[in-house]
């Protein structure tokens, strides 16, 4: 099969799995996120975030795993960010953050 440029059945499979982590992670992040905003309690909205931010380290967790398995992810995660960087993604951050206020 890797004649035919199709990767091994088990290489596949973790790429596979590691994606659907982090898919996880990302909802779990948003999940967290999301209730911080909707408690008025400091102290749980303090614990939601502080899980949010540990959910965002298994991201980077998964994603560096993926880069190491899949070798055109990482050229491809940096192409994109070059994209974003052509496109002034900062000018986009700068809006976003200004209708939060």
Known sequence: MAALGIKDTAKSSDEIMLR?????????????????????NKKLKEVFLDIAKEEKVHVGEFQEMLCRLDKEHKPAVDDGEKEVKKKSFAEFVENKNEKRR
């Open 20 to 40: 659907q982590a982090i898919t996880a992670e990302l909802d779990a992040i948003n999940l967290y996120e999301q209730m911080a905003k909707s408690t008025s």
